[in-house]
C-alpha cells in the first residue's frame, strides 16, 4: 500500500484523481479503511455526535480528540490523518498552537479548523510551526448557534461570492486543503477550480477534487441521513466491502449522483 502524503494528494489533485476521504475514530476502522483503499482518515469532530450520542460537535474536547487520533494512528499504516481541532480550541494564536501541537503528536499529519477568513491569521502560524492545515468553510458545524441550524451555505449570489474569496484568501494565507461542507455544487466547482490545493467535498457536489463522508452515516446507521449521504451498505456483505465501494464510486466519479447534491 502507497504511503499517502500531502505531496500525494497534491499530485493527485494535479492527475484529476479523485480522493477517497472518510471519517474515523478507532484503530481497527482505520485497518478496514486502508485495507478498502480510503486515502485520507478524518478524525472528525462528528464523533462527539455518532460515537457519544451529543446533538452537536461543541462538547468534544482537544483531550478526546488526541486520544481517538492515537487510536486511529495506531491502526493505520498507509492513509493521511487528519484532525479536528475541537469547539474554542483555535481562537487565539497561542491555543491555536499549543492544541494542534497536541493533536500532531497523538498522530495527526494536518488539523483542520473551521471558520472563514479570520481563520489566515492561524494557517499563517501554524503553517509556520510545521502544522499543516486544512480550512473547513461552508457550513461549520462548530457554528450551528450562529448559523440558526445545520444549513446549506453559500445560496446567494453574494454569499456564493464571498465563499469563493474565503478559498482564495485562505489558500494564499498557506492552507494546504480546504474542506467545504454543505453549498451549491456549482458553487464548489468554482472553489474547486480557483485554488491549486486540494479540494473535499461533502454535501457539495461531485466537482470537488476529494469527497468525504461520516463513516457512521455511509454504513446506514444514521436514521436521519442528509441528502447527500449514500447508504454503501445496502447490497453488501462486510464493512470492508461497503467502504470498497465508497471509495471504488468516489473515484470513478460516480457517488454524489445528482441525488445527493444542492443545486
Ligand atoms: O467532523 C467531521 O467529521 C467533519 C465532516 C464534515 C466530515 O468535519
Redesign the pocket.
Do not use: R
Given at each position: 500500500m502507497k504511503t499517502i502524503t500531502l505531496t500525494t494528494l497534491k499530485a493527485m489533485k494535479e492527475q484529476k484523481q479523485k480522493i477517497a476521504v472518510l471519517?474515523c475514530y478507532d484503530s481497527t476502522f482505520a485497518k478496514v479503511a486502508n485495507n478498502a483503499g480510503v486515502d485520507v482518515l478524518?478524525v472528525?469532530?462528528?464523533l462527539g455526535m455518532v460515537l457519544q450520542g451529543y446533538d452537536s460537535?461543541l462538547p468534544v474536547t482537544t483531550e478526546q480528540m488526541v486520544y481517538h487520533t492515537a487510536c486511529v494512528k495506531s491502526g493505520n499504516t498507509n492513509a493521511f490523518i487528519i484532525s479536528?481541532m475541537s469547539f474554542m480550541t483555535y481562537g487565539t494564536l497561542e491555543d491555536a498552537l499549543k492544541n494542534a501541537g497536541l493533536l500532531m503528536q497523538a498522530g495527526a499529519h494536518m488539523v483542520?479548523i473551521e471558520g472563514d477568513s479570520w481563520l489566515a491569521e492561524s494557517i499563517h502560524k501554524l503553517t509556520q510551526n510545521g502544522v499543516p492545515v486544512c480550512a473547513?468553510i461552508g457550513l461549520t458545524?462548530q457554528s450551528v448557534n450562529v448559523l440558526g441550524g445545520f444549513k446549506v451555505q453559500g445560496k446567494t449570489e453574494d454569499q456564493a461570492k464571498n465563499l469563493i474569496n474565503t478559498a482564495k484568501h485562505l489558500e494564499e494565507a498557506g492552507a494546504a486543503m480546504l474542506?467545504i461542507?454543505c453549498v451549491p455544487s456549482t458553487v464548489a466547482t468554482q472553489i474547486s477550480q480557483s485554488v491549486s490545493i486540494p479540494v473535499i467535498g461533502?454535501g457539495a457536489g461531485a466537482d470537488t477534487d476529494a469527497q468525504?463522508?461520516?463513516l457512521h452515516d455511509m454504513l446506514g446507521l444514521n436514521d436521519k441521513p442528509a441528502k447527500f449521504v449514500k447508504n454503501f451498505m445496502e447490497g453488501q456483505s462486510s464493512i470492508e466491502s461497503a467502504i470498497k465501494e465508497y471509495v471504488k464510486a468516489v473515484k470513478e466519479g460516480s457517488f454524489p449522483s445528482e441525488a445527493h447534491q444542492y443545486i
Amino acid at each position: 500500500m502507497k504511503t499517502i502524503t500531502l505531496t500525494t494528494l497534491k499530485a493527485m489533485k494535479e492527475q484529476k484523481q479523485k480522493i477517497a476521504v472518510l471519517t474515523c475514530y478507532d484503530s481497527t476502522f482505520a485497518k478496514v479503511a486502508n485495507n478498502a483503499g480510503v486515502d485520507v482518515l478524518l478524525v472528525g469532530d462528528t464523533l462527539g455526535m455518532v460515537l457519544q450520542g451529543y446533538d452537536s460537535t461543541l462538547p468534544v474536547t482537544t483531550e478526546q480528540m488526541v486520544y481517538h487520533t492515537a487510536c486511529v494512528k495506531s491502526g493505520n499504516t498507509n492513509a493521511f490523518i487528519i484532525s479536528d481541532m475541537s469547539f474554542m480550541t483555535y481562537g487565539t494564536l497561542e491555543d491555536a498552537l499549543k492544541n494542534a501541537g497536541l493533536l500532531m503528536q497523538a498522530g495527526a499529519h494536518m488539523v483542520k479548523i473551521e471558520g472563514d477568513s479570520w481563520l489566515a491569521e492561524s494557517i499563517h502560524k501554524l503553517t509556520q510551526n510545521g502544522v499543516p492545515v486544512c480550512a473547513h468553510i461552508g457550513l461549520t458545524p462548530q457554528s450551528v448557534n450562529v448559523l440558526g441550524g445545520f444549513k446549506v451555505q453559500g445560496k446567494t449570489e453574494d454569499q456564493a461570492k464571498n465563499l469563493i474569496n474565503t478559498a482564495k484568501h485562505l489558500e494564499e494565507a498557506g492552507a494546504a486543503m480546504l474542506l467545504i461542507e454543505c453549498v451549491p455544487s456549482t458553487v464548489a466547482t468554482q472553489i474547486s477550480q480557483s485554488v491549486s490545493i486540494p479540494v473535499i467535498g461533502i454535501g457539495a457536489g461531485a466537482d470537488t477534487d476529494a469527497q468525504v463522508l461520516v463513516l457512521h452515516d455511509m454504513l446506514g446507521l444514521n436514521d436521519k441521513p442528509a441528502k447527500f449521504v449514500k447508504n454503501f451498505m445496502e447490497g453488501q456483505s462486510s464493512i470492508e466491502s461497503a467502504i470498497k465501494e465508497y471509495v471504488k464510486a468516489v473515484k470513478e466519479g460516480s457517488f454524489p449522483s445528482e441525488a445527493h447534491q444542492y443545486i
